[in-house]
């Protein structure tokens, strides 16, 4: 089975300034993808930024972009030129690859609550 | 627009009462999902269904059960036998198996229950 792991309960930052969430999984398959989900105090779960682990080069959403390690199996979401808005819980997820164990089901970490100080 | 509607957006159980949380959605997937999620914490899979009239137990099935008789729908019941069925529910749904993309889940924006 599965698991993702963030380490970082809550994190602050101020306005304008740049931040990074930490996610780790574990798994034995060779190819998956990752997601960051962003949940606002609305509690709707909004899509951030998606990875596909057999491409090498991290991607990037706007202000979003990954850190992506295969080799470590560490996933981090860095914010950049922070805003107000971005204060929210965020969640990486995992699944599998298509005929994978866990393909269309996700698996979520414990979450990280970010603040956004003006 | 499309999208995905949970209803009602809160709901009281009483002890021993088994109540149905509803979940349509118009953006013609094919796979729709049950999550729990508790006071900070992550998500956690109760049911998923890939197509019409099957559904598979996620990681936290006990005391829940679930249809899907149409493709837009998947209605959530929580059992009696659920003791601790206070927590906020999401439904999410995509089409995974379409263009072999995994396209990412879309959800809905939640029902709170809390029990009487």
């Known amino acids: 089975a599965q698991t993702v792991t963030q380490s970082q309960p809550e994190m602050s930052v101020q306005e304008a300034e740049t931040v990074t969430l930490s996610c780790t999984y574990d798994?034995?398959?060779?190819?998956?993808?990752l997601f960051w989900y962003k949940q606002p105090p609305s509690r709707q779960m909004i899509l951030v930024i998606r990875?596909?682990?057999?491409?090498?080069q991290n991607a990037t959403e706007n202000r979003f972009s990954v850190n992506f390690q295969k080799a470590a199996k560490s996933f981090s979401l860095k914010i950049s030129d922070s805003q107000l808005g971005d204060t929210a819980m965020y969640f990486c997820?995992?699944?599998?690859?298509?005929?994978?164990?866990?393909?269309?089901?996700?698996?979520f970490g414990q979450g990280t609550i970010l603040t956004v100080h003006p | 627009d499309g999208g995905i509607t949970q209803s009602p957006k809160y709901l009281f159980r009483k002890e021993g009462q088994n109540v149905t949380l509803s979940c349509e959605q118009n953006?013609?997937?094919?796979?729709m999902y049950w999550y729990r999620q508790d006071p900070g914490q992550g998500l956690r899979l109760i049911y998923y269904?890939?197509?019409?009239?099957?559904?598979q137990k996620g990681d936290i099935a006990e005391g829940y059960s679930v249809s899907r008789e149409k493709k837009e729908s998947f209605p959530l019941t929580v059992t009696s036998a659920q003791k601790n069925p206070t927590a906020f529910y999401l439904c999410?749904?995509?089409?995974?198996?379409?263009?072999?993309?995994?396209?990412?889940?879309?959800f809905g924006d939640g029902t709170r229950l809390s029990i009487l």
């Open positions: 997820a995992f699944t599998s690859r298509p005929g994978g164990t866990s393909y269309g089901k996700l698996t």
């Open positions: 798994t034995s398959e060779s190819n998956y993808y």
């Open positions: 990875q596909e682990a057999y491409k090498q």
């Open positions: 953006l013609n997937h094919d796979a």
């Open positions: 269904s890939q197509i019409v009239n099957d559904f």
């Open positions: 999410a749904s995509n089409s995974p198996y379409r263009d072999n993309s995994n396209q990412p889940q879309h």
